[in-house]
Structure formats: structure tokens, C-alpha cells
């Protein structure tokens, strides 16, 4: 899928499978997609002008998320739940170049996922505000703090 989204760039809402979410942009959250469950997908090469470079809001299960960029937080992934996930390659212009959460919401939770290659202009180049659990984090940068992960819970 290509496209230009309000909210989602390339889709809102739904479960998918074995998908491709490639290209896309949106002027607000989530330049791939937007509240959404994946299994199996690709999510890379999508752009939010805010939050989500990749997903904003949703439950992924052995997914590829690389190379996406948001102006905001969570270059790759922004408030979800991963579990099997590579996380890699994608930039945010604030926190979270990988994943992120913020302070006003609950936190990004990762399971068994890898982080690596990710940047962030200002803090957690890996993850920002998130629990993890018997994750491989590493060769993230970040312009402030926390290269890999700042302000998270972490479990081996």
C-alpha cells in the first residue's frame, strides 16, 4: 500500500496479515497505519508529521518496522504492544527514535522484540518510556540522553 492519510497514512483500523505497509504519510499520527493489529507485516518508509512514524496505536505480533521517520516521538512505533518485533533504522524529531510512549499515556510495552539502528533527536534512541521484556537493544543514538532506552522498565 501508498498512500496519503489524515490519520493512518495507510490504513486505520483493522487486522491484517502478512502485509506491506510501504510509503505512506500522513500530516498528523501514524504514517503507516493507525490503531491496528498486524501479524507478519513490513512497515517501512512512512512518515508522520507528529507521532508514529510507522504505527500509532496498536498490537503488533512478528512484524518488521524499519525506516520510517516522525516529526514527533516514536519514529518506528508510537503507544502499542510488540511481541517478536524488529524494530530498526527509523528516526524521530523528538523521543523515541524506535519506540515510544509519552508521559500521559500508559507504556509501550515490547516482548522478545529487537531495537537497534534507531535515532532520536532528543532522548531514548532505542525506546522511550516502555517495559520490555527480554529484549536485544542496541547501536541506537540520541542527541540528548539515553542512546538505547531512557525512562524504561527492563527485563532480561
Known sequence: MSAI??????????T????????NQTPYHGGGAQHVV??????????AQRDGGGVHHGILYDCVVSNNVAGGS???VFRADLHGCRITHNQAGHHGGGAAST??????????????FNH????????RMGRLFECNVFS?????????VYQCITTK
Open 140 to 148: 541506537n543514538t540520541a542527541g540528548i540522553v539515553g542512546t538505547d
Open 120 to 127: 532520536a533527536a532528543r532522548a531514548g534512541g532505542g525506546v
Open 38 to 47: 498486524l501479524f507478519a507485516c513490513t512497515v517501512a518508509g512512512n512518515s
Open 16 to 23: 491484517y496479515y502478512h502485509c506491506k505497509l510501504i510509503d
Open 74 to 76: 516514536g519514529g518506528g
Open 5 to 14: 492519510g489524515w490519520g493512518g497514512g495507510g490504513v486505520h483500523g483493522g
Open 103 to 116: 508521559d500521559s499515556s500508559p507504556l509501550i510495552t515490547l516482548r522478545h522484540c529487537t531495537v537497534a
